[in-house]
């Protein structure tokens, strides 16, 4: 029997791989995906982003969609993160923000607004853990830069990554504007970090694998230093179907399928479910029992509510070459690496909750199909100073010609991206679908979704903002993309964590009330997502919950 089986090895199963196995633990990490090497992870936007090498196909497997409002059911690719050792890391741009000391407290800040809770601890007890797990993976930022940051105990372990030297210009116009643009916070090594080499500034981040070794991923930041202490394993292509329990109501271990369909089993004294919120749901809602008829640690029906998301909003600006003598807008630089969170809490009027989100100021990626399909998009401007786009109609033959070629030749886009809180709600939640199975014959994920009206009006506000910004920059033009749309990649919450077993499903140590050696530690346990990408805060979160398991252990009592 092993000490601890950790299913799933993204932001939430690689932390504890590495803190548990450590501590001398024996540690099982099983894996649905694949494992890659770097010589996998090729700049490739066919192969890498349009092919899916990260997600399954939904011919294969799939999650399905009820949205509010509509009776047909869709499959859809909302939920899934990255299938492949290191999970969702891998192929992540990076963005790894602490949340403000305040998302800790929604429900206290601004009172009862639909399924919005506090948290059971606060920034104070995950403060140590956030400074470690920047620390273990290797962040590259600078503290002390923004007026919405909380205390730090200690500095980011390396400088922000260079920029573009358009980025004094954006600074510029956000001092104009009052505002305090910061160096973005990344999981890229800006130098040569325990053993890994610094950025190359290739620019194939999102949604590639890194080909260098700098991306901070738990593949490379923390996986294998937990294989290199001799007493962790990981288990690649293993299908985890179900959580075994025994006859005392005590998690047992698991049951997987291998890649020939082969069943094995799995005896452990501590189960770790760390699948990502939709598929963690899942499977306890698919380890059924007589003790748990509904799903282990179900008795509630807590598992799979509060489901979340992001909020998502966005814009451009387009900066014409021939119109900027004064700026550097044909350099090759690929980032520019600044953030606002100015815009963090909304003022009144604007929407019936006031909270907002970050926003972040960004190049395009260098991706050739990704440009020519959004050179092709027939947005109105905002403003434009002649040469723009014509809004309403299809582009096709030469105008679509013109456009691709202007895109790559005339101009340089700069855009943004807002984060904004998915507020939780109880028409958001994820079950079983009685209808539709995967290629193990097991029930899919069915996602229930409401996407509320704040998050429209929020991002609206954002994204006006962010237009702010370029059009101090002298923009010639600018354009309003999407606003309160979901952010697919982003899930919190369907294992709400709490002190009350009738309204949570774990403890805030992510330990299931029902079960005390079965922890969910990935974004499940999350009651509100924040405002900014969660990954950092999932991956401080889990170095939390590792120490626990380690002192629980040691004490007896989860043996």
Same mark, same amino acid.
């Not at 206290?108 to 948290?119: K, L, P, Q, T, V």
């Not at 050179?375 to 691709?404: F, K």
């Not at 499940?524 to 990954?535: E, K, L, Q």
């Given at each position: 029997m092993?000490?601890?089986v ?12 590495l803190?548990?196995s450590?501590?001398g633990?024996s ?15 090729i /700049? ?5 982003t ?6 399954p ?22 939920? $899934?993160?990255g299938?492949?050792?290191g #999970? ?5 741009? #990076? ?8 998302d ?10 639909e399924a919005?809770?506090d948290?059971?601890?606060d920034?104070?007890?995950l403060e140590?853990?956030?400074t ?16 919405g940051e909380? $205390? ?10 260079d920029?573009?030297?358009l ?9 104009r504007l009052?505002?305090h643009? *910061?160096?973005?916070?990344r999981a890229?090594a ?16 999102a ?6 070794g700098?991306?901070s991923?738990s ?8 294989? /290199?202490t001799? &007493? ?6 293993t ?5 075994t329990?025994g006859?005392d ?9 291998d890649?020939?369909g082969?069943?094995?089993q799995?005896?452990a004294?501590v189960v ?9 749901a899942?499977l ?8 748990f008829p509904d799903g282990?640690?179900?008795s509630n ?6 489901l ?5 909003? &966005? ?5 014409q070459?021939d119109?900027?003598p004064?700026?550097?807008l044909?350099h090759?630089h690929p980032?520019?690496?600044?953030s606002?969170?100015?815009?963090? *809490?909304?003022?009144d #009027?604007?929407s019936?909750l006031?909270?907002?989100?970050l926003i972040?100021?960004?190049?395009p990626?260098?991706?050739?199909i990704?440009a020519?399909l959004?050179a ?7 403003h434009?100073n002649?040469?723009g786009?014509?809004g309403g109609?299809?582009?096709?033959g030469d105008?679509?010609m013109?456009?691709i070629? /202007?895109?790559?030749?005339d101009y340089? +886009?700069?855009?943004?991206?807002v *984060?904004h ?9 994820v079950d ?7 290629? $193990?014959g ?5 996602i229930?979704l409401?996407?509320l009206?704040?998050?429209?009006r929020?991002?609206d506000? +954002?994204?006006?903002?962010g237009?702010d910004v ?18 697919? *990649?982003?899930?919190?919450g369907t ?12 403890n805030?140590?992510c330990q299931a009330?029902?079960? &005390? &050696? ?6 499940s ?5 924040? #405002?900014v990408?969660p ?5 401080a979160?889990s170095f939390r ?15």
């Amino acid at each position: 029997m092993i000490d601890v089986v950790i299913i799933g090895s993204g932001a939430g199963g690689g932390p504890l791989a590495l803190a548990v196995s450590q501590a001398g633990c024996s540690v099982l990490v099983l894996e649905k995906g694949a494992e890659y090497q770097r010589k996998d992870y090729i /700049a490739d936007e066919v192969e890498m982003t349009r092919r899916n090498f990260w997600t399954p196909a939904l011919t294969d497997e799939m999650h399905t969609l009820l949205e509010a409002g509509s009776p047909m059911m869709q499959p859809t690719y909302l939920g $899934w993160i990255g299938q492949c050792v290191g #999970g969702g890391t891998v192929q992540m741009a #990076g963005y790894l923000y602490r949340l403000h000391p305040d998302d800790f407290r929604l429900k206290s800040r601004f009172g009862e607004y639909e399924a919005i809770a506090d948290w059971p601890y606060d920034y104070d007890d995950l403060e140590p853990y956030y400074t470690r797990a920047e620390w273990e993976l290797g962040i590259s930022g600078s503290n002390g830069s923004h007026p919405g940051e909380g $205390w730090r105990s200690k500095a980011y372990p390396m400088p922000p990554l260079d920029t573009h030297p358009l980025t004094e210009h954006l600074d510029q116009a956000c001092e104009r504007l009052g505002w305090h643009a *910061f160096p973005t916070p990344r999981a890229i090594a800006s130098r040569p970090y325990k053993g890994r080499p610094a950025c190359t500034y290739c620019g194939f981040c999102a949604g590639y694998g890194c080909r260098t070794g700098a991306k901070s991923s738990s593949q490379e930041a923390l996986l294998p230093r937990a294989v /290199a202490t001799g &007493n962790c394993e990981i288990r690649s292509r293993t299908m985890v179907r179900e959580i075994t329990i025994g006859a005392d109501g005590r998690a047992t271990g698991c049951v997987y399928l291998d890649d020939d369909g082969q069943e094995h089993q799995v005896k452990a004294k501590v189960v770790c479910v760390c699948c990502s919120a939709v598929e963690s749901a899942r499977l306890l809602l698919l380890s059924k029992s007589s003790t748990f008829p509904d799903g282990l640690a179900n008795s509630n029906g807590g598992v799979g509510r509060h489901l979340q998301f992001h909020g998502f909003s &966005n814009g451009q600006g387009r900066f014409q070459y021939d119109r900027h003598p004064d700026k550097p807008l044909r350099h090759s630089h690929p980032f520019l690496e600044r953030s606002l969170m100015d815009h963090y *809490f909304l003022p009144d #009027g604007v929407s019936d909750l006031a909270k907002g989100g970050l926003i972040r100021f960004g190049l395009p990626s260098a991706n050739p199909i990704a440009a020519a399909l959004r050179a092709a998009e027939n947005r109105a401007s905002l403003h434009e100073n002649g040469g723009g786009m014509n809004g309403g109609g299809v582009v096709w033959g030469d105008e679509l010609m013109r456009r691709i070629s /202007a895109y790559f030749h005339d101009y340089r +886009l700069v855009d943004f991206e807002v *984060f904004h809180d998915f507020i939780p709600n109880d028409r958001t939640h994820v079950d079983l679908d009685p209808q539709v199975t995967d290629r $193990w014959g097991l029930p899919v994920a069915r996602i229930h979704l409401d996407n509320l009206a704040h998050h429209q009006r929020a991002g609206d506000w +954002l994204v006006s903002r962010g237009l702010d910004v370029l059009d101090a920059m002298g923009a010639d033009e600018l354009l309003n993309e999407e606003a309160g749309e979901v952010a697919p *990649f982003l899930v919190h919450g369907t294992c709400r964590a709490g002190n009350d077993p009738a309204t949570s499903v774990v403890n805030p140590y992510c330990q299931a009330h029902e079960v &005390n &050696n079965l922890f969910v530690v990935d974004g499940s346990f999350m009651p509100t997502s924040g #405002g900014v990408p969660p990954t950092l805060t999932i991956v401080a979160n889990s170095f939390r919950t590792a120490d626990h398991i380690i002192d629980r252990a040691r004490s007896g009592e989860l043996g």
